[in-house]
């Protein structure tokens, strides 16, 4: 009679144990990898601070060398050390080289400051002038119709005035206008020139005529002809005048030789207009 032997069971086998087996399900390719790592991959990565020391000790070592290099190699090869110093006559030279540059830039300084304080100056006097005789030309057409107003009262007989009411309240009407005209033109700087019996003043007087007054001295206004105007201080028309001739009978303070002795008006004019 056989007698059967039961099959061999799986779980009743002991398992070889091995290094796969020791090692966690969850972490099995990390494991394995730090089991077969060489051991001097180990040792460095285990021991990262002496690395670094390492590191810096060899740049120091490296910079320590460089500096002695740079130290005992010769002044020349250093590009940060100072030029040395030129002789004693070149920096002479070169000092008096730049004295007189320094002072031929001082001088042209000088010369455009100079220059500039004239085209400041000229400037303000231009605008000056401009705002004070802007109305010379206005001033002067204005004259001209003062000149006719006195013209047309000069011509009206003075019996015809007297014994004529229509006429009387014309001529009335025309020296209104013309007082009216004379005010508003002093107003603006505009003013006459009336040297009747006067010293003759060439700065603003013209002599139309010479004639014979002994009781006049020589160079006395003794006929005025047309009225004269000033702007301000500048003479817009000169008076056209008659005056009396030197016979022997005395000049009038110093008028025959052609120098103003006259404080008034017209003294001081600018005939540059």
Do not use: W
């Amino acid at each position: 009679m056989s007698v059967r032997h039961p099959a061999p069971s799986l779980h009743a086998c002991p398992a070889r144990s091995t290094e796969e087996d020791l090692i966690p399900r969850g972490n099995s390719a990390r494991q394995k990898t730090m089991i077969n790592k060489p051991d001097s991959f180990t040792d460095k990565d285990d021991n990262p601070t002496q690395e670094r020391e390492e590191s810096l000790r060899d740049r120091s070592a490296r910079l320590e060398a460089e500096a002695a290099a740079m130290a005992a190699g010769s002044h020349d090869s250093d590009p940060l050390s100072p030029e040395p110093l030129a002789p004693a006559e070149d920096r002479s030279t070169e000092i008096d080289a730049l004295q007189n540059e320094l002072g031929r830039t001082k001088d042209q300084m000088v010369r455009a400051l100079a220059d500039a304080e004239n085209a400041r100056k000229r400037a303000a006097k231009d605008r000056e002038d401009a705002s004070k005789y802007a109305i010379s030309s206005f001033a002067k057409d204005m004259i001209d119709v003062a000149d006719n107003l006195r013209r047309a009262l000069e011509a009206v007989p003075q019996d015809l005035a007297a014994t004529d009411p229509r006429l009387s309240g014309l001529i009335d009407g025309i020296e209104a206008t013309e007082r009216t005209l004379l005010k508003n033109l002093e107003k603006h700087g505009v003013k006459k020139i009336e040297p009747l019996h006067q010293v003759f003043d060439p700065n603003f007087h013209e002599v139309m005529f010479e004639a014979s007054s002994p009781e006049h001295a020589a160079g006395t206004v003794i006929q005025m002809i047309e009225t004269g105007y000033v702007l301000k201080d500048r003479l817009l028309r000169p008076a056209r005048v008659g005056v009396a001739k030197d016979e022997g009978q005395g000049n009038g303070n110093g008028a025959a030789s052609g120098q103003s002795t006259t404080s008034g008006p017209g003294g001081q004019i600018d005939t540059q207009a």
